[in-house]
């Protein structure tokens, strides 16, 4: 094989039309990523774009629009039991998943209806 895929630059989910300051809300707000500057061509179709360590999160506008219910990201986290403080406080439902063995693992649907992973390997 001559070629190698080396990382996952970005994942994108959707939302509906309009959702980039609800998007701001819980992803800057709650989970603390730090929006980017989408590139000049792209910003026409809405959305809002996130970074955390060397990943990007793409909240895209999709019409019609309809929710992730299974497929997901799954996101490292490092102290997971301040995640879910944080969560709390923020009025933010999750499910706790002890499914998965030597992890500590959460589910979370955003604005959205989509959903989220956030695991901390113990």
């Not at 506008?61 to 301040?82: D, R, Y």
Request: with cysteine; net charge negative; glycine share 8%.
């Amino acid at each position: 094989m001559s070629f190698v895929i080396k990382k996952i630059d970005h994942v994108q989910l959707a939302a509906p039309k309009s959702c980039e300051d609800t998007a701001r809300e819980f992803f800057a707000g709650v989970l603390g990523l730090i929006e980017v500057e989408k590139p000049e061509e792209l910003k026409k179709r809405g959305g809002v774009w996130f970074e955390f360590g060397t990943f990007q999160l793409h909240i895209g506008v999709e019409e019609p629009f309809s929710p992730a219910k299974k497929a997901h990201p799954g996101f490292v986290v490092e102290n997971i039991e301040e995640l879910i403080t944080v969560l709390r406080k923020k009025n933010v439902a999750y499910t706790t998943d002890n499914n998965l063995p030597g992890a500590s693992r959460i589910h979370v649907h955003d604005p959205f209806g989509n959903r989220l992973e956030f695991l901390e390997w113990i």
